[in-house]
């Protein structure tokens, strides 16, 4: 019966691919079965090329294999904390992009500074903070998604679906895989565009919110009119 939500999971990631935002094997992609409590993600250090929908695992939310015969990837615990967190989340996805990653090694927030970013997040992506040395020698993949929701305590996942986490890279969220990797690859592209501004204009203004609010609230939310009905 989850041969459907493996087969979606599968081609998630495999999208990660042909969108040039990961090698070799640097990333993931998970979804979530609400009704029924369970995840499906990609095994831990497997080849995108060598991968087929029956290697996606099952796990349940508290991290047990449900089904599958490989180990599920190391960044399950933090896809867990934030569907845990977060019940309108779908989908999770997490890369080294390399722009994207370069905000996270830089330690800094991607700022506002076009309309292109404000059709997908309403604001700066934000920054968490470095994990202490507690906290990478505890539980750390868990820790993980305890800093993206300190970091995200007073911001709506919803309007901000991606975060940068400091010295490691971006996750992104949406309501489904599919969704996520859609924000995936914007953040991807918004990041590249932010390091090329700052580089012809290290000055460069962020955009006013009546701009940033037009652009966003006309992609998303009740009075939304880009696209088609």
Request: glycine share 8%; charged share 20%; with cysteine.
């Amino acid at each position: 019966m989850y041969e459907q939500m493996k087969q979606d999971v599968f081609e998630a990631n495999l999208a990660l691919v042909k969108h040039h935002l990961v090698i070799l094997t640097w990333g993931n992609v998970s979804g979530i079965d609400r009704e029924n409590g369970l995840v499906a993600i990609k095994p831990s250090g497997v080849d995108y090329a060598a991968m087929t929908s029956a290697d996606i695992v099952l796990v349940d939310l508290e991290g047990r294999v449900v089904e599958g015969k490989l180990k599920p990837s190391s960044d399950l615990a933090t896809h867990l904390e934030l569907y845990r967190a977060w019940p309108t989340l779908g989908g999770i996805v997490h890369t080294h992009a390399p722009f994207t990653t370069s905000f996270a090694q830089a330690g800094a927030p991607i700022p506002c500074l076009g309309t292109t970013h404000a059709d997908h997040f309403h604001g700066e992506v934000p920054c968490t903070r470095m994990l202490t040395r507690e906290e990478v020698e505890g539980p750390y993949e868990r820790n993980t998604g305890k800093v993206i929701l300190e970091r995200f305590a007073s911001l709506d996942p919803v309007a901000v679906p991606g975060v940068i986490v400091a010295g490691h890279g971006p996750f992104t969220w949406g309501a489904s895989p599919r969704k996520a990797v859609e924000n995936s690859v914007a953040l991807e592209q918004i990041a590249q565009m932010a390091i090329a501004t700052r580089t012809i204009s290290p000055n460069a203004e962020t955009v006013p919110s009546y701009i940033l609010d037009k652009h966003y609230f006309r992609k998303h939310g009740t009075h939304a009119y880009y696209g088609q009905p």
